[in-house]
Structure formats: C-alpha cells, structure tokens
C-alpha cells in the first residue's frame, strides 16, 4: 500500500509532472482559524527543485491564505493524485517560504524553474519554495477516474482586463485590496500603499 520515501527520485518527479492539477494544504496556529486547502495549476507552475525540495508559481487570487499561514508558522502539504492511470495520491510535508514578487530570490526562481506563465506577467504574486520533510504516497483507490480538459482562460481573461481597465496598478491595488489580510486577519501579502500622485 502506502510508501514513505527518503527524496523525491526522478520516477516521482515524472510522476509529480504528469498530473494535471496539485492541491496546496496550509493552516493557523490557533485552533479555531480556518484549514485551507487550495488547488493549484497548471502542474508546469509546479518545479522539482531539488532531492528535497519544490517550488510553485503563486498568482494574485481572491484570498491569500496559503501566504499568510506560512508567514505564520510555515506549515505545507502539497497533495497530488492520479485522475487516470494506476491510483496513486501522494503527499508531500514541510516548511514552506514565500518569496513575493520583487524579492530578487523570486526572479531567480522564476528563470530557472520556467514556470507556466499567466499572460499577464503582473499576476505573479509569488514563488513558494517548500523544503519538503516527509514524502510519502498511499494508494489512491477512492480518487475518481477523470479525464482532462485544458485549462481554464478565466484567471489570464481577468487579470487581462484588470489591467487594461485599471492600468499598471490594478493588480497591485487589488492585492492591497484582497490579500493584504487572511480571513482570520493574519497578515498575508504586504504591499507599500500607494500615495497619489
């Protein structure tokens, strides 16, 4: 059944890049703060870095909970299962950092992981890099079969008119907007407020 291995090897990297979507799990320190799982894609924003670690493309989203949890405490799973092909879900824990857009480790990673790009540039919010302390697999057997599709075109078709209705700015001004605080008010993105011209 379920395995625990010491690094990820180039079979589960192959793996890893095979599937069509990952999932990112992330939570408070406070007991009564809200578990957030997000699912994360295309998989090419997704990079195998190194024997122990990964890192993904973070875009500008409705929330930024993952952000502010491992701002908090540093806490990550990243979830990834086999929608066709032999069942496989395989789960991989540690501490994960946020490297915000700017940070000149973020431009780094973006140029050698070769991220999936949204097209618009503006909408990468940031590179989480994760040093990943447990991988371990399981066997799969309630994951659906699914076929897929393609991807979606409503997150580029957003951020596009964002900023061709709201200029430069737009994307950052939303972020200011919607992702500056976590839904249990812990601090996530932070962005100098702008001052008018």
């Not at 973006?110 to 991988?135: H, L, N, S, T, Y």
């Amino acid at each position: 059944m379920g395995q625990v291995y010491d690094t990820i090897d180039e079979h589960l990297e192959s793996w890893i890049a095979r599937q069509s979507v990952f999932f990112v799990g992330t939570a408070p320190l406070d007991a009564d703060g809200h578990v957030n799982v997000s699912p994360k894609g295309p998989i090419d924003s997704l990079r195998v870095t190194g024997p122990a670690t990964l890192a993904y493309l973070d875009v500008v989203g409705s929330g930024a909970e993952t952000i502010a949890h491992l701002r908090e405490n540093g806490r990550i799973v990243i979830m990834l299962c086999a929608f066709s092909g032999p069942p496989r879900i395989l789960r991989l824990h540690g501490r994960g950092e946020v490297l915000l857009a700017g940070d000149e480790r973020f431009d780094e990673l973006i140029e050698q992981c070769g991220f999936a790009e949204p097209e618009a540039p503006e909408a990468r919010r940031a590179v989480v890099v994760v040093d990943v302390e447990r991988i371990a697999d399981s066997c799969g057997y309630g994951v659906p079969l699914m076929s897929y599709e393609g991807r979606r075109p409503h997150a580029d078709l957003w951020a596009a008119k964002k900023l061709r209705v709201g200029g430069p700015e737009a994307l950052l001004e939303y972020q200011r907007e919607k992702n500056s605080r976590s839904i249990d008010d812990l601090p996530a993105v932070d962005l100098p407020v702008r001052v008018p011209e």
